[in-house]
């Protein structure tokens, strides 16, 4: 990465990129389609790149366009039609448990479209953490990134994945991931975007298929002017004693956010909640669309959306006790955001607090 210009480099530590490789234990690196780094040193653990996974194991073809349909929607399609597959396959074999994160890098830097295929397999007992980081070059001014994640969360195995975005206000972005977790599996998922893209689009789904699987979205938000997000997640509890809990805090400063989640409880002794909550700084537009479905007596759903901007007694209050109205508004913008992500290392969760600090000084 040593040809990288420091404004790079910058722009990449802030999606959770550790160059040092010092708290990871796994690294793969894409700059457009281009495949420059995979290696892995966690034992039982392999890092592919997808052309050569499904080279060397046959089995992989198994979970290759299953939790996400090739003819999904037209990105899927786009991807699904190139002649050579991009993107990244790891494997964690039985009983594997990795204290330390695999990180996935991809790098927008000059071509105009760049399109990912990932596929995560946890098989049985096995635990895994996974950080990935998309990012557009400082010069790149316009571009799309179309990525189809696939992740399959074995009996008893433990997934996190955390997605941090650093992208260009002329970047669009469309993300295409499913989830699928069997019995008393666990998938936690952690997604962030601070900073000014030109649009999100994406949807990921988690299908509980075994009993007591469970599954957690954690998603925090800013839409600075002329960015449009419109995402969300959900979860279908397709088994008995299953769960999951979609979270998202949301930011706008003059960008519009759709904020979208479901849950379907379609089986016994099942449990759902969605929370969303949007401050609205300056101009912009925030839409909470939480839906709750269940389909037989035995399940429990909730949801609660709060929209709105900040109270004035909040800053007054604090104002009284010696701040001035700037930092007191900052000291509540930076509560509101503080919401500590299930599963995360400590040194990923102190990057990320400092993007938020970061963050705030734009807002």
Known sequence: MEHLSEKDRERLALTGLEVEMRNRCGSFFQIDQNVVQTTCMAEGVEMLPIKAALEKYDWVKDYYWKAVPRDKDKYTRYVADQETPQGLVV??????????????????????????????????????????GCASSWQKEHGAHIGVTEIYVGKGAKVTSTMIHNWNRGIAVFPRSATIVEEGGLFLSNYVCMQPVRKVSMYPTASLVGENAVARFSSIVVATPGSTLDLGSRAILGAEDTSAELVTRAITTGGTIISRGHILGAKDNTRGHIECRGLILKDGIIHAIPEIEG??????????????????????????????????????IRGFLDVKISGLPAVLQAQIDAAIDKAESGF
């Open 91 to 132: 494997i964690a074999h039985p009983g594997t448990k990795i204290e330390m994160p695999l990180q996935a890098c991809l790098f927008l830097r000059e071509g105009p479209v760049q399109h990912v295929h990932n596929i995560f397999i946890a098989q049985e007992d096995s635990e895994i953490h996974i950080i990935s």
């Open 295 to 332: 389909t037989i007596t035995g399940t429990e759903l909730s949801h609660e959306a709060a929209v709105g901007k900040i109270a004035r007694h909040e800053i007054e209050y604090l104002m009284a006790r010696g701040l001035s109205e700037e930092e007191a508004t900052a000291t509540i």
